[in-house]
């Protein structure tokens, strides 16, 4: 069965520093999406991703982040200079993409980051 | 604000006893509702989703979740656990244009 993939599994970084995210979404999906989870907190939206443009950003996908899709496969989610507040579990998304509200969004297993 | 609330951060059950995990939605959001269950390093997988109709739905793994719009509620229910049924177990509404609003997850710990 088709399955959403993240790498890598864990990050660790420096304050500071920039760290990249990699998803390869469904082979089939037109829609892509990350969210993140703070430790002990709610799973979050970022942002969405359709047709190479982002479709919708929360209030946490501040001009630190960035996302892109670089080729045909693969779905990158870029921290510029990371803080310690950004330390949490990174979860990619894609949706084949018909309905908007009602089409089921299937995960990744995630990136733990942490940022020491 | 549009928000979904699971009431129990932690379930604890025995092996083949009933269970139920909770969870409320906000009347604001829009009424398509998700379970997701996430295994120990793994990704979230869907369970079920109401979208319209009957308002029992149906899952995998023996799940059903019963749509209560009187009292904006979604819960999760399984007639008798397994061992492998241990996880976190995520309720979610899909608001704005395609977003997911979850909730903040309820551990199952289904003990022999």
């Known amino acids: 069965e088709p399955e959403v993939t993240q790498t890598p599994s864990h990050q660790v970084t420096q304050m500071g520093q920039e760290v990249i995210l990699r998803c390869v979404p469904i082979?089939?999906?037109?829609?892509f999406y990350w969210y993140r989870q703070i430790l002990g907190q709610k799973v979050e939206f970022l942002v969405s991703f359709y047709n190479n443009e982002i479709s919708e950003k929360s209030e946490i996908f501040d001009d630190q982040f960035s996302v892109e899709r670089p080729d045909g496969s693969n779905f990158t989610l870029k921290i510029r200079s990371t803080k310690l507040e950004d330390s949490a579990m990174y979860f990619c998304?894609?949706?084949?993409?018909?309905?908007?509200?009602?089409?089921?969004?299937?995960f990744g297993p995630g990136t733990r980051l942490l940022v020491l | 604000a549009q928000s979904v609330t699971q009431l129990d951060s932690q379930v604890p059950v025995f092996e083949e006893a009933p269970v139920e995990l909770r969870c409320n939605y906000s009347s604001s959001v829009s009424v398509y509702l998700f379970w997701y269950v996430q295994y120990p390093n793994q990704g979230l997988q869907l369970l079920l989703k109401?979208?319209?109709?009957?308002?029992l739905v149906k899952g995998i793994n023996g799940f059903e979740a019963e749509f209560n719009k009187s009292q904006t509620s979604f819960h999760l229910r399984k007639p008798s656990v397994h061992i492998s049924d241990t996880a976190e177990y995520f309720c979610a509404a899909s608001g704005g244009y395609n977003k997911l609003i979850f909730g903040a997850g309820t551990r199952l710990a289904v003990h022999p």
């Open positions: 109401y979208l319209s109709g009957s308002t």
């Open positions: 082979s089939n999906h037109l829609y």
């Open positions: 998304a894609s949706r084949s993409g018909s309905a908007a509200k009602t089409e089921t969004q299937y």
